[in-house]
């Protein structure tokens, strides 16, 4: 379904109460960044969030999750990409939001040049027919748009692990028991590192 090439496009628009940037448009699917982010979206993304935690995913939440935890945490997202701290893309299916991955652009001063990828999210339903592939290549446009030349992330999943590194990303290890899976379980977390050329 993705060709999983970005067009480059840059393109300022208002649809549902949010600003947004289209960055790219790899297929049928929009790929787009929030500056903004209005109710339709903010409901769409606390549901995707409860989808995959839902189904097992270690994304700092434990099951089951309230949508109300799950409408705080993206209001803080909301809020952080309003103020430029942090790049929210978003894709879309017929629908509506089936994913989504952050860039993290506030860093220390001494790391001006770094920022990390975090909660990438692709809704059960649009799962394996590239989706993750094109939500990376679409973060890491963004940081270099932004002046970054160094990713950093971490991960749980094997499904991730293996995305990342098909994408080039570098492994650098695991730290075990990190975190708890949704369930209770520890699970081990992987951290991976990307020089962008
Ligand atoms: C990890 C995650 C983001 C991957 O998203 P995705 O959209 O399924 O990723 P892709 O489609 O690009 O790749 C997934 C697989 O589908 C395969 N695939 C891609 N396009 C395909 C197609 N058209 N037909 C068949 N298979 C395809 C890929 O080769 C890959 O195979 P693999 O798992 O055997 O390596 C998703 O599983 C997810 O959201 N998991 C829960 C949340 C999570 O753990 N996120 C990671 C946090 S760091």
């Excluded at 993304?45 to 099951?63: N, P, R, T, Y």
């Excluded at 799950?70 to 809020?79: E, G, I, K, N, S």
Aim: proline residues 5%; glycine residues 10%; contains cysteine.
């Amino acid at each position: 379904m993705f060709s999983g090439k970005n067009d480059d496009l840059i393109v300022h628009r208002r649809q549902n109460g949010a600003m947004t940037h289209q960055v790219a448009r790899p297929g049928p699917l929009a790929i787009r960044r929030l500056t903004t982010v209005g109710g339709t979206e903010l409901q769409a993304l606390a549901a995707l969030l409860i989808d995959c935690v839902d189904g097992g995913a270690s994304v700092s939440f434990m099951h089951p999750l309230p949508l109300a935890k799950a409408l705080d945490f993206w209001r803080t997202v909301a809020y952080g990409a309003a103020r430029g701290e942090r790049v929210l893309l978003v894709a879309e299916d017929g629908q509506g939001i089936c994913g989504t991955v952050q860039l993290m652009l506030a860093q220390p001063e001494n790391q001006p040049h770094r920022a990390d990828v975090a909660k990438m999210l692709v809704h059960r339903r649009a799962r394996r027919q590239g989706l993750g592939a094109a939500l990376m290549q679409a973060a890491e446009q963004a940081a270099r748009e932004a002046g970054k030349t160094l990713l950093v992330l971490d991960t749980a999943s094997a499904e991730a692990e293996r995305l990342y590194a098909r994408q080039g990303w570098q492994r650098v290890g695991v730290i075990p028991g990190y975190a708890l899976l949704p369930t209770g379980e520890p699970c081990d977390t992987a951290y991976f590192y990307k020089v962008l050329g």
